[in-house]
């Protein structure tokens, strides 16, 4: 029974994929009212108001814009290898709908002006809804031409090995994609949109009708204007923005309200979760993380900017900014790659400690979450060990900058940069110096020259280690020796974007990657892909990732500038 559960649950994560959420449902609802109606989407009306999980666009960028992008970011990639991840796949309708992308990709291997497109019936930059029937998925995409489109669509059924069924419902006609199995794909086409979803094998016509759009819901979020307000909230634009509400999902598995989750999960044997015991401490979890928030703040032909908030209540963010820390140059993407922390581990550990204890006064009283009493305790002893003791007070964080990779004598070298930020440097250099005691003799001081650092345990022919020292923090430079250099890293500016965690890639770094790799004995090249390396290198400019701390909860966020 549990196994099947979990396919009805994946079915609808793995559909709403990294959809967002809001807050908790009665401060929401109230916010989504006042926000501006716009229902300029023709996609909207199709999405029900009290929906666990949508995603959707309300504008799209002009289709010549598209196709330069989509040119720009063109990888010459091997569809091979995705036919061979087929033989991974033994769910039908997983691998009936990954046989369709395959085939579907074949069609636009050839594609270069916006006639190519527009001949099998598709938009360069459609409309496009993702969204729940209770956990029942549905996807639907704007179409440029519906004759062109099935023509298209007969070849990549044939190329994909499928033969659909056909079947009617009030008159509209879809494909039944999977014949055997307790769900099936569907697929139709109707007001000149591509509509995909699962149903049940004995999907009843009132379910189908829903699913197809012949019913309309009471109220969608082009009525309660809930996209446009998180766009606003979160400054993303309306090129794709979305939702998903934990309370609403948990509810839905729960006490379905909605006669596709009901279909969904007796179709695959499912019990509905008995969440009578739990409801206070289901109610407690999702107070705390009320959803996920998604969406992009920068859409255009030279940058992007994709943007995944978990919230969470005004107490765990107030903690998780206590716990940031100011490294210099952390959020910098000087050099061809870095990656830097940003984190006050006495401050963690006190937090860590605080909620372990909260959790043992106020403990879940449901049975399923008694593992989260466990964890809780785990993870203050795991954090205060020795180690975390000893280095927690004078370590607040780091950044490593790689500036040059090369191949020299046979062995990958580099020159770069490492920053330790410490709020007592002067104690971290008499800590770092019980590992490596060749620090402890360098003599540094604050503000002071740089000094050589000379080691045996630095391997032959490395690059020369020079290191320098401020009031906060201390820089070791391979292969960077000038003093004016090293206390300029020192003093770089500290980013205001309470960051946690922070890293970039540049093209210079994936060209410089694939001539190192080149230049390695066969034997030790052939795993990787270094056409694959210099692509990326021709098309990104630079790769940037971060963690911070947001005002709704932690934002996980990717860009890609293009060159």
């Given at each position: 029974?549990?196994?099947?559960?979990?396919?009805?649950?994946?079915?609808?994560?793995?559909?709403?994929?990294?959809?967002?959420?809001?807050?908790?449902?009665?401060?929401?609802?109230?916010?989504?009212?006042?926000?501006?109606?716009?229902?300029?989407?023709?996609?909207?009306?199709?999405?029900?108001?009290?929906?666990?999980?949508?995603?959707?666009?309300?504008?799209?960028?002009?289709?010549?814009?598209?196709?330069?992008?989509?040119?720009?970011?063109?990888?010459?990639?091997?569809?091979?290898?995705?036919?061979?991840?087929?033989?991974?796949?033994?769910?039908?309708?997983?691998?009936?709908?990954?046989?369709?992308?395959?085939?579907?990709?074949?069609?636009?291997?050839?594609?270069?002006?916006?006639?190519?497109?527009?001949?099998?019936?598709?938009?360069?930059?459609?409309?496009?809804?993702?969204?729940?029937?209770?956990?029942?998925?549905?996807?639907?995409?704007?179409?440029?031409?519906?004759?062109?489109?099935?023509?298209?669509?007969?070849?990549?059924?044939?190329?994909?090995?499928?033969?659909?069924?056909?079947?009617?419902?009030?008159?509209?006609?879809?494909?039944?994609?999977?014949?055997?199995?307790?769900?099936?794909?569907?697929?139709?086409?109707?007001?000149?949109?591509?509509?995909?979803?699962?149903?049940?094998?004995?999907?009843?016509?009132?379910?189908?009708?829903d699913v197809l759009g012949n019913t309309l819901p009471d109220s969608n979020i082009g009525d309660t204007g809930a996209l446009a307000e998180?766009?606003?909230?979160?400054?993303?634009?309306?090129?794709?923005?979305?939702?998903?509400?934990?309370?609403?999902?948990?509810?839905?598995?729960?006490?379905?309200?909605?006669?596709?989750?009901?279909?969904?999960?007796?179709?695959?044997?499912?019990?509905?979760?008995?969440?009578?015991?739990?409801?206070?401490?289901?109610?407690?979890?999702?107070?705390?993380?009320?959803?996920?928030?998604?969406?992009?703040?920068?859409?255009?032909?030279?940058?992007?900017?994709?943007?995944?908030?978990?919230?969470?209540?005004?107490?765990?963010?107030?903690?998780?900014?206590?716990?940031?820390?100011?490294?210099?140059?952390?959020?910098?993407?000087?050099?061809?790659?870095?990656?830097?922390?940003?984190?006050?581990?006495?401050?963690?550990?006190?937090?860590?400690?605080?909620?372990?204890?909260?959790?043992?006064?106020?403990?879940?009283?449901?049975?399923?979450?008694?593992?989260?009493?466990?964890?809780?305790?785990?993870?203050?002893?795991?954090?205060?060990?020795?180690?975390?003791?000893?280095?927690?007070?004078?370590?607040?964080?780091?950044?490593?900058?790689?500036?040059?990779?090369?191949?020299?004598?046979?062995?990958?070298?580099?020159?770069?940069?490492?920053?330790?930020?410490?709020?007592?440097?002067?104690?971290?250099?008499?800590?770092?110096s019980a590992f490596a005691p060749d620090l402890g003799s360098l003599g540094l001081e604050p503000g002071g020259e740089a000094k050589p650092?000379?080691?045996?345990?630095?391997?032959?022919?490395?690059?020369?280690?020079?290191?320098?020292?401020?009031?906060?923090?201390?820089?070791?430079?391979?292969?960077?020796?000038?003093?004016?250099?090293?206390?300029?890293?020192?003093?770089?500016?500290?980013?205001?974007?309470?960051?946690?965690?922070?890293?970039?890639?540049?093209?210079?770094?994936?060209?410089?990657?694939?001539?190192?790799?080149?230049?390695?004995?066969?034997?030790?090249?052939?795993?990787?892909?270094?056409?694959l390396l210099k692509q990326y290198g021709d098309i990104y400019e630079n790769i940037e990732y971060w963690f911070r701390v947001d005002d709704?909860?932690?934002?996980?966020?990717?860009?890609?500038?293009?060159?």
């Amino acid at each position: 029974m549990k196994a099947k559960l979990s396919i009805a649950i994946s079915l609808a994560l793995f559909s709403a994929g990294v959809l967002s959420g809001c807050s908790d449902d009665k401060e929401s609802t109230a916010t989504q009212q006042e926000a501006p109606k716009n229902i300029s989407s023709p996609m909207l009306k199709y999405i029900p108001a009290d929906s666990p999980y949508f995603m959707a666009t309300r504008e799209t960028m002009p289709e010549q814009d598209a196709l330069a992008l989509y040119q720009r970011m063109r990888l010459e990639t091997d569809l091979d290898e995705l036919h061979d991840m087929l033989h991974e796949i033994d769910d039908d309708v997983l691998h009936s709908l990954m046989s369709l992308l395959i085939a579907m990709g074949e069609e636009f291997v050839d594609v270069e002006t916006l006639d190519d497109i527009h001949a099998l019936g598709f938009k360069m930059s459609p409309q496009v809804a993702l969204y729940g029937l209770g956990i029942l998925p549905i996807l639907r995409m704007e179409l440029q031409d519906e004759d062109a489109f099935r023509e298209t669509l007969q070849r990549v059924l044939a190329n994909a090995d499928l033969n659909p069924s056909t079947a009617m419902t009030d008159g509209k006609e879809y494909w039944v994609l999977t014949q055997d199995g307790p769900i099936k794909a569907i697929m139709a086409i109707i007001d000149n949109q591509l509509l995909m979803s699962v149903v049940p094998e004995n999907v009843s016509d009132e379910l189908l009708s829903d699913v197809l759009g012949n019913t309309l819901p009471d109220s969608n979020i082009g009525d309660t204007g809930a996209l446009a307000e998180i766009e606003q909230r979160h400054g993303f634009t309306p090129r794709g923005a979305g939702q998903i509400y934990s309370s609403r999902l948990l509810s839905e598995l729960s006490t379905p309200t909605h006669s596709g989750t009901q279909a969904l999960m007796e179709a695959v044997d499912a019990e509905l979760l008995d969440l009578t015991a739990c409801q206070a401490d289901i109610d407690r979890i999702t107070r705390r993380f009320p959803g996920l928030v998604m969406g992009m703040r920068e859409y255009n032909l030279d940058r992007m900017e994709m943007n995944l908030i978990l919230e969470t209540d005004k107490h765990i963010v107030s903690d998780l900014r206590a716990m940031t820390a100011q490294v210099p140059g952390l959020g910098s993407s000087e050099g061809m790659a870095s990656f830097g922390l940003g984190l006050n581990l006495p401050v963690l550990m006190k937090s860590v400690q605080k909620y372990a204890q909260e959790m043992r006064q106020n403990p879940f009283s449901c049975e399923e979450f008694q593992e989260l009493n466990n964890a809780w305790s785990e993870i203050s002893v795991a954090i205060n060990n020795p180690v975390s003791m000893m280095i927690g007070p004078s370590l607040s964080g780091f950044i490593a900058r790689l500036n040059s990779l090369t191949m020299k004598n046979g062995e990958p070298t580099g020159t770069g940069i490492l920053t330790l930020a410490s709020q007592n440097p002067l104690a971290l250099l008499s800590t770092a110096s019980a590992f490596a005691p060749d620090l402890g003799s360098l003599g540094l001081e604050p503000g002071g020259e740089a000094k050589p650092i000379e080691s045996i345990m630095l391997p032959p022919g490395s690059p020369k280690l020079y290191a320098a020292m401020s009031k906060s923090a201390i820089t070791l430079g391979v292969g960077v020796s000038d003093s004016e250099t090293l206390q300029a890293e020192l003093q770089a500016p500290v980013s205001e974007r309470d960051l946690l965690v922070h890293g970039h890639l540049t093209g210079e770094f994936y060209h410089s990657l694939a001539q190192v790799i080149e230049q390695m004995p066969y034997d030790d090249r052939e795993e990787f892909d270094t056409d694959l390396l210099k692509q990326y290198g021709d098309i990104y400019e630079n790769i940037e990732y971060w963690f911070r701390v947001d005002d709704a909860g932690v934002e996980m966020s990717f860009s890609l500038e293009l060159k």
